[in-house]
């Protein structure tokens, strides 16, 4: 059977399953965000999010209960209540753009004059962008006000995607920028997790026969092992918010089971435990704590005859 089995499962790369940590992934400040919408605890909704203590974590936060589901009503009654506040049009900008209505760009933008610090704004465009299937020419000014504030993971993701030859781009242009960002980012960062990504995109887009052979010829294979030396390998990766962290770690951990590195590939698997996420192991079956396991024990069978 192909390592890429299951080529069309592979729906969002956002996708969050239901491991043992559920989909909040153990992040407190997004679960506690969730919980105070759900009960319209408004303050309280503030407060988790004001204490999540870093862009990444707030983008959670807003990813978590996107998910999740917020009642419209609550919404629309939060914004004409709180006018002046920057959080209630960023939740219904953000539920909206993952719903891929072009409308969540008014509140988006009224988001962006109430916190012009705040890159989520401008990385929510981008998601809606890619939902709604725009091109990714019209959204380089998004990305380019999004990382002249903060350079967010799942924007990146979108618009690395946005540039695939399965969302309408070529593959040249997705590698081109998947090795520009591995460029310029520090060491550590999981925005490295693109070129694995970005490798993953490119054999579902050709599907070669021999997906080693494959990498190997476009430079990937040397290029995806370096790239994970220095990210989820590298001592500086121990200090990135826990999001970002745990899908660069899920990234690389099915990517390099794919280039046969058992070893390492079973060294990430072991440190993300159960908490894994949709994509990209659909990749590789169902996406199910089953899938999960067979992995595991595949690399477990694989990986001693690597390191003798």
């Given at each position: ?20 940590a ?10 506690r ?8 605890d ?41 006018p ?18 072009t ?48 350079a ?13 030859a ?33 490798a ?31 990210s ?21 951990a099915v ?25 990209p ?18 690399l477990t ?8």
């Amino acid at each position: 059977m192909s390592p890429l089995a299951n080529v069309d499962s592979m729906l969002d790369p956002q996708s969050l399953t239901a491991s043992p940590a559920g989909p909040s992934l153990g992040h407190v400040w997004a679960e506690r965000f969730r919980q105070s919408l759900a009960t319209a605890d408004l303050n309280s909704a503030l407060d988790a999010y004001t204490d999540a203590p870093s862009w990444e974590d707030r983008w959670f936060c807003l990813e978590h209960a996107s998910r999740s589901g917020v009642d419209p009503e609550l919404l629309d009654s939060w914004c004409d209540g709180w006018p002046e506040h920057v959080l209630p049009f960023l939740t219904r900008g953000a539920v909206h753009a993952r719903a891929g209505a072009t409308s969540s760009a008014v509140d988006l933008s009224r988001a962006s004059e109430l916190d012009p610090t705040n890159p989520i704004p401008w990385g929510q465009l981008i998601v809606v962008s890619r939902v709604v299937g725009r091109p990714a020419a019209d959204v380089e000014h998004f990305l380019s006000e999004m990382m002249s504030r903060t350079a967010l993971y799942e924007p990146h993701v979108d618009y690395l995607l946005m540039l695939s030859a399965n969302h309408g781009g070529t593959t040249e242009a997705m590698l081109a920028f998947a090795r520009e960002v591995c460029l310029v980012v520090p060491t550590g960062s999981p925005l490295r997790a693109l070129l694995a990504i970005a490798a993953l995109d490119a054999m579902l887009s050709d599907e070669p026969k021999d997906h080693q052979a494959y990498l190997r010829e476009n430079g990937l294979f040397d290029e995806v092992l370096m790239a994970a030396g220095q990210s989820v390998f590298h001592e500086s990766f121990e200090v990135q918010p826990l999001v970002p962290a745990l899908k660069a770690l899920n990234a690389f951990a099915v990517v390099l089971s794919v280039l046969g590195q058992d070893d390492l590939a079973l060294m990430l698997v072991n440190r993300i435990g159960n908490t894994f996420t949709d994509w990209p192991l659909s990749l590789l079956g169902p996406p199910t704590i089953e899938t999960w396991d067979e992995l595991r024990l595949r690399l477990t069978d694989k990986a001693p005859q690597m390191t003798r």
